[in-house]
């Protein structure tokens, strides 16, 4: 917390100075920052609580650590070319947040790394292999994409996204973790697929616009209130 409290409206980092944690952590004056054009990272906490509406960040930028920019005022968002990994809620609760462009690099995105931004639309790249629980309580978000390298859908990955009407669940998956689309009012239904062994509990529940729900022929394992709420619904063995 080097700089807790700082009036000061911009704040410039030298070249060759490493950027540490917690260091304008908590600056809500501070408006505009620069990076130096050599920084690999930004640490753990960084930049969060800070007055920033938007950022440019150096092509050699790899990982944005835990809560980097959480709780601050971002409204856009770009990844550098080179990004690799967004951790744990890097950007959790940028309430203002509504546009992220993913690069086609990234590989790792966090648990909480988007809850309760003011996303309408994700689409996360093929390249990413790692996707926790990314985007829960994004409740303006309408549609999202799912990379197909992915084997697993994370827990809470779009829980109480109640906007959600389009999001596909790509050939490959193997399980749906708990509460991973509960709460989505308007999606109305998802093509399960053939590959789908598991679906974890309270995965769907909630989901009060499903009409269909046709079960894999490969399903093993359905977890307690996972359908709770679908009444409406017609499940098909």
Same mark, same amino acid.
């Given at each position: 917390y &080097?700089? &807790?409290?700082?009036?000061?409206?911009?704040f410039d980092f030298p070249e060759g100075v490493a950027i540490s944690k917690y260091v304008l952590s908590g600056c809500s004056s501070v408006k505009e920052i620069t990076v130096p054009s050599d920084a690999t990272e930004i640490p753990d906490e960084a930049f969060s609580g800070t007055g920033i509406t938007e950022i440019q960040l150096p092509s050699s930028l790899v990982c944005i650590g835990s809560g980097a920019f959480s709780g601050s005022t971002l409204t856009n968002f770009t990844c550098p070319d080179a990004l690799k990994s967004i951790k744990d809620d890097a950007f959790s609760l940028c309430e203002y947040l509504a546009v992220v462009k993913f690069n086609s690099k990234l590989e790792e995105i966090g648990k909480s790394a988007f809850y309760s931004c003011a996303l309408t639309e994700v689409n996360v790249p093929n390249s990413v292999k790692t996707l926790g629980g990314a985007f829960s309580l994004c409740k303006n978000l309408v549609k999202a994409h799912i990379p197909d390298g992915l084997t697993e859908i994370s827990s809470s990955l779009f829980d109480r996204c109640e906007k959600l009407t389009e999001v596909n669940i790509p050939e490959n998956i193997t399980r749906i973790g708990e509460l991973a689309f509960q709460n989505n009012a308007r999606l109305a239904n998802v093509k399960l697929p053939e590959t789908l062994t598991e679906i974890d509990h309270g995965a769907f529940k909630g989901c009060e616009a499903f009409t269909e729900i046709k079960l894999p022929s490969k399903l093993t394992? #359905?977890?307690?209130? !996972?359908?709770?709420? !679908?009444?409406?619904?017609? #499940?098909?063995d």
């Amino acid at each position: 917390y &080097a700089f &807790a409290e700082t009036a000061l409206p911009k704040f410039d980092f030298p070249e060759g100075v490493a950027i540490s944690k917690y260091v304008l952590s908590g600056c809500s004056s501070v408006k505009e920052i620069t990076v130096p054009s050599d920084a690999t990272e930004i640490p753990d906490e960084a930049f969060s609580g800070t007055g920033i509406t938007e950022i440019q960040l150096p092509s050699s930028l790899v990982c944005i650590g835990s809560g980097a920019f959480s709780g601050s005022t971002l409204t856009n968002f770009t990844c550098p070319d080179a990004l690799k990994s967004i951790k744990d809620d890097a950007f959790s609760l940028c309430e203002y947040l509504a546009v992220v462009k993913f690069n086609s690099k990234l590989e790792e995105i966090g648990k909480s790394a988007f809850y309760s931004c003011a996303l309408t639309e994700v689409n996360v790249p093929n390249s990413v292999k790692t996707l926790g629980g990314a985007f829960s309580l994004c409740k303006n978000l309408v549609k999202a994409h799912i990379p197909d390298g992915l084997t697993e859908i994370s827990s809470s990955l779009f829980d109480r996204c109640e906007k959600l009407t389009e999001v596909n669940i790509p050939e490959n998956i193997t399980r749906i973790g708990e509460l991973a689309f509960q709460n989505n009012a308007r999606l109305a239904n998802v093509k399960l697929p053939e590959t789908l062994t598991e679906i974890d509990h309270g995965a769907f529940k909630g989901c009060e616009a499903f009409t269909e729900i046709k079960l894999p022929s490969k399903l093993t394992t #359905i977890g307690k209130e !996972c359908f709770n709420g !679908c009444e409406g619904a017609t #499940i098909i063995d």
